[in-house]
């Protein structure tokens, strides 16, 4: 579909929990469809295609190089993304109080920058092998929101992910954090810890 201003794809569910889903670069609004399935069986699923384009490849927001970023472009995208998940929740009959972003690679860093600045949007984020993406996070209190980070121990970006989880902290995020012994790719470590931490998540009640 590509209504609300963003590509996206929506499976239903029979539980209370959105994932919306966010691929990494190259990928589209199915790319995690599987592995959300895996680990939320009963969770309403839905992937969104990012709007920029890099070389043809869809992500979520300019760069200039692997690790820098268009700052602007990241941070409006991030609000519409906020905002897209305000719209969605309204068009499809969702709970907008129990919608978890789950994020991989450039979409991890899109989920970062979405509820850094907009954290009333989300009940709670997967972030897998996120980097820090913005040059001046703000400092907008997170009240305890539920974050699960995993990296790669292998992973070359490894580097740049290190001030993710202690910015969260600094802000009040509620922060599960596990360096894994792998490179970028996703695992099937990835995919229990991110089930059971799923199933421990407290949504907000109606």
């Not at 897209?84 to 920058?113: E, H, M, P, R």
Request: glycine share 10%; net charge negative; proline share 7%.
């Amino acid at each position: 579909m590509t209504d609300l201003n963003w590509i996206h794809h929506l499976e239903r569910g029979t539980g209370d929990l959105t994932l919306l889903l966010l691929h990494g670069t190259g990928g589209n609004e199915h790319q995690l469809l599987d592995f959300g399935r895996q680990v939320a069986p009963t969770a309403t699923l839905l992937g969104v295609q990012g709007r920029s384009l890099e070389e043809g490849s869809p992500r979520f927001f300019r760069r200039f190089t692997a690790t820098a970023y268009d700052q602007p472009h990241l941070l409006s995208e991030g609000a519409a993304l906020a905002h897209f998940v305000a719209q969605a929740a309204q068009a499809y009959g969702l709970d907008a109080t129990k919608v978890v972003a789950l994020g991989y690679s450039n979409g991890a860093n899109i989920a970062l920058a979405s509820l850094a600045w907009h954290p009333d949007a989300w009940a709670g984020a997967v972030l897998l092998r996120p980097v820090m993406p913005m040059d001046e996070p703000p400092g907008t209190p997170l009240n305890g929101l539920p974050v699960l980070v995993t990296s790669g121990a292998r992973d070359s970006y490894q580097p740049f992910a290190a001030p993710v989880v202690p910015y969260l902290t600094s802000v009040g995020a509620n922060v599960e954090e596990h360096l894994l012994a792998a490179g970028h790719e996703l695992t099937a470590q990835d995919a229990d810890l991110t089930a059971a931490w799923l199933r421990g998540l407290t949504l907000p009640s109606a």
